[in-house]
């Protein structure tokens, strides 16, 4: 047998559930809570059997937005989606790379879930969004057993001496002869600049602050610049109020001053359309020029269906910014509609999949596009998973870390073992730090 091929002998799942620190305001709806899918997972390769660690916040409120279930219906069905992939990897039989096995199991996630919707009764279809939630952290898991097979980081293990397949047979005939190792570095930048979170609901200077948390945190943007030596702020905006969303875009550049020297804005998908957009835009640019200099980019500013959406085209909006696709990007194929559609960068998210999320980055550096990384409140392994990807893919511009804003009490037990990555000074992240065997976030 070939000591390069696993095989899952084993997978045990739980869960840990924390409370925010403060609440989140996402797409209208206040958040407050975060349960976590922890995936221990033990594989067979090189001789050895060795277990692996995934870990990943449901995020059942952006994977799955809906007016008609409940935060309780929507956070069991993804359980349940877990649950089933839980039973499905040992039982599979098959042997390979982790991007083998999990790229020949994908169909396989999606029906299980259409069961899970059937068997729990749900009047809505899963989102696929929602079923790769689920799936990331035994995504991960397995990644970083493969790694620890062989001692070497799982990002070493992505050329032909693992992975002798060649991107043709993941991603069409245009990828022939062409290996994954080619588009993702075999060791992790040194550091990256670290978005830091302006929620709608967050106080931004003293004046703003009603009810003090007291937990020795900072309690304001301005102190939270100050603690953290920040540089980069990602705006939440409404997108359906257009004074609003010019003052709050206003009141946070007033308050982050020289330091602050880039901006992204955040509308949650909530824009009604790309005129809107625009003349955001063009108020922002007429009224506060040094505000819209600094925004380095867009995230998914309208209605994340595509196909029904195709008469918000961002051609025009991203001449003046690059406007970066986030919740609509679900594989290569709504990668490449988005493109048509005028969409000019990328946002990665570990919560999609470590398998899909390195195949994305092939076909986005194939196109040329503007990539960073953002957060599903991440937080210890889990934000260890998305450092991961951002130190080793190739041209991150930034990646967003809000977890320890929102969520501290989960990190804890992480924060001595990986310095840095949770408590950020000079507005950076130090990825360099995210190195040994696996994905190295040891459970």
Same mark, same amino acid.
């Given at each position: 047998?070939?000591?390069?091929?696993?095989?899952?002998?084993?997978?045990?799942?739980?869960?840990?559930?924390?409370?925010?620190?403060?609440?989140? /305001?996402?797409?209208?709806?206040?958040? #407050?809570?975060?349960?976590?899918?922890?995936?221990?997972?033990?594989?067979?390769?090189?001789?050895?059997?060795?277990?692996?660690?995934?870990?990943?916040?449901? !995020?059942?409120?952006?994977?799955?937005?809906?007016?008609?279930?409940?935060?309780?219906?929507?956070?069991?069905?993804?359980?349940?989606?877990?649950?089933?992939?839980?039973?499905?990897?040992?039982?599979?039989?098959?042997? !390979?790379?982790?991007?083998?096995?999990?790229? +020949?199991?994908?169909?396989?996630?999606?029906?299980?879930?259409?069961?899970?919707?059937?068997?729990?009764?749900?009047?809505?279809?899963?989102?696929?969004?929602?079923?790769?939630?689920?799936?990331?952290?035994?995504?991960?898991?397995?990644?970083?057993?493969?790694? /620890?097979?062989?001692?070497?980081?799982?990002?070493?293990?992505?050329?032909?001496?693992?992975?002798?397949?060649?991107?043709?047979?993941?991603?069409?005939?245009?990828?022939?002869?062409?290996?994954?190792?080619?588009?993702?570095?075999? +060791?992790?930048?040194?550091?990256?600049?670290?978005?830091?979170?302006?929620?709608?609901?967050?106080?931004?200077?003293?004046?703003?602050?009603?009810?003090?948390?007291?937990?020795?945190?900072?309690?304001?943007?301005? #102190?939270?610049?100050?603690?953290?030596?920040?540089?980069?702020? /990602?705006?939440?905006?409404?997108? #359906?109020?257009?004074?609003? #969303?010019?003052?709050?875009?206003?009141?946070?550049?007033?308050?982050?001053?020289?330091?602050?020297?880039?901006?992204?804005?955040?509308?949650?998908?909530?824009?009604?359309?790309?005129?809107?957009?625009?003349?955001?835009?063009?108020?922002?640019?007429?009224?506060?020029?040094?505000?819209?200099?600094?925004?380095?980019?867009?995230?998914?500013?309208?209605?994340?269906?595509?196909?029904?959406?195709?008469?918000?085209?961002?051609?025009?909006?991203?001449?003046?910014?690059?406007?970066?696709?986030?919740?609509?990007?679900?594989?290569?194929?709504?990668?490449?509609?988005?493109?048509?559609?005028?969409?000019? !960068?990328?946002?990665?998210?570990?919560?999609?999949?470590?398998?899909?999320?390195?195949?994305?980055?092939?076909?986005?550096?194939?196109?040329?596009?503007?990539?960073?990384?953002?957060?599903?409140?991440?937080? $210890?392994?889990?934000?260890?998973?998305?450092?991961?990807?951002?130190?080793?893919?190739?041209?991150?511009?930034?990646?967003?870390?809000?977890?320890?804003?929102?969520?501290?009490?989960?990190?804890?037990?992480?924060?001595?073992?990986?310095?840095?990555?949770?408590?950020?000074?000079?507005?950076?992240?130090?990825?360099?730090?995210?190195?040994?065997? $696996?994905?190295?976030?040891?459970?």
């Amino acid at each position: 047998m070939d000591r390069r091929t696993a095989h899952i002998v084993e997978v045990t799942t739980a869960t840990e559930s924390f409370h925010y620190r403060t609440p989140i /305001k996402f797409g209208g709806v206040v958040l #407050d809570r975060v349960t976590l899918l922890n995936v221990h997972l033990t594989l067979e390769a090189n001789g050895r059997r060795v277990t692996g660690f995934g870990s990943m916040p449901m !995020g059942n409120v952006w994977a799955w937005p809906t007016r008609s279930l409940t935060y309780e219906t929507t956070l069991n069905a993804m359980l349940e989606i877990a649950a089933e992939t839980a039973r499905l990897l040992p039982a599979c039989g098959l042997r !390979g790379h982790p991007v083998e096995i999990v790229h +020949a199991l994908e169909a396989e996630f999606f029906r299980r879930a259409d069961g899970v919707q059937a068997r729990l009764g749900l009047t809505e279809a899963i989102p696929k969004l929602a079923t790769l939630v689920a799936v990331s952290p035994f995504d991960a898991a397995l990644h970083d057993a493969y790694g /620890k097979a062989f001692d070497r980081s799982a990002y070493q293990t992505l050329g032909r001496e693992f992975l002798p397949q060649d991107l043709s047979h993941f991603l069409g005939e245009p990828y022939r002869g062409r290996y994954l190792n080619e588009a993702v570095t075999s +060791a992790p930048v040194a550091e990256l600049p670290v978005y830091h979170l302006v929620g709608a609901l967050d106080p931004i200077a003293p004046a703003d602050l009603v009810t003090p948390v007291g937990d020795g945190l900072p309690e304001t943007l301005v #102190d939270w610049i100050a603690a953290d030596g920040l540089t980069h702020l /990602k705006i939440k905006l409404n997108g #359906d109020d257009l004074g609003w #969303d010019l003052a709050r875009t206003q009141a946070v550049h007033a308050v982050g001053g020289s330091a602050v020297t880039h901006y992204s804005l955040d509308f949650n998908e909530r824009c009604p359309n790309v005129d809107y957009l625009l003349d955001y835009l063009h108020k922002l640019r007429e009224e506060t020029p040094r505000a819209y200099d600094r925004v380095q980019y867009i995230e998914q500013p309208t209605a994340r269906e595509l196909n029904a959406g195709r008469g918000n085209a961002m051609h025009v909006a991203a001449k003046l910014k690059p406007i970066v696709i986030d919740e609509s990007l679900l594989d290569p194929a709504t990668l490449h509609l988005a493109c048509e559609l005028g969409y000019t !960068g990328v946002a990665f998210k570990a919560c999609k999949g470590q398998t899909g999320t390195l195949l994305l980055a092939v076909v986005a550096r194939q196109l040329g596009l503007f990539s960073c990384v953002q957060d599903l409140t991440c937080v $210890g392994a889990s934000l260890i998973h998305s450092a991961g990807l951002a130190a080793h893919i190739p041209g991150i511009a930034a990646i967003e870390s809000n977890g320890r804003q929102y969520c501290p009490a989960a990190n804890a037990a992480w924060a001595d073992r990986f310095p840095g990555l949770f408590a950020i000074r000079n507005g950076n992240m130090p990825t360099g730090t995210i190195t040994g065997p $696996g994905l190295a976030a040891a459970s």
